[in-house]
């Protein structure tokens, strides 16, 4: 069986999130100006993680709504691009706040996984 290359975490190929990022922090750093004038602060970490698992409870409910289980007003396709864009916005932010390098973390999780996906196919190949 073939495998496909995995990359150690020392030499993790660009996955192309860091412009991704960059452009929501961007938006992050409007966000804060719009809290602190309106709140009087930011929003803490426990607040963003409020609003990110209600965007993707959200999101199950669109999905539903795009198999035409769960009636919604409006476009669905249309919702779901916009929150599963937005959803991204949600993972890099924190990422950022807790200065975790999410182009090197995600493309060392898929490596990983990767593997081991591999490795179950080879063994269990019959």
Do not use: C
Not at 64 to 91: C, F, M, Y
Request: net charge negative.
């Amino acid at each position: 069986m073939t495998h496909s290359p995995t990359h150690s975490p020392t030499n993790t190929p660009d996955t192309g999130l860091s412009a991704a990022s960059t452009e929501a922090l961007s938006v992050r750093a409007l966000y804060e100006i719009l809290e602190q004038r309106f709140n009087g602060k930011t929003w803490s970490l426990n607040e963003m993680a409020i609003g990110y698992t209600n965007d993707v409870g959200y999101i199950g409910r669109l999905l539903l709504a795009h198999d035409g289980t769960w009636p919604i007003d409006g476009d669905a396709t249309a919702e779901l691009t916009h929150k599963l864009a937005e959803s991204l916005w949600w993972t890099f932010v924190p990422a950022s706040k807790l200065d975790i390098d999410i182009d090197q973390a995600f493309s060392e999780t898929m490596s990983t996984i990767r593997t081991n996906l591999e490795a179950t196919i080879e063994r269990t190949a019959l």
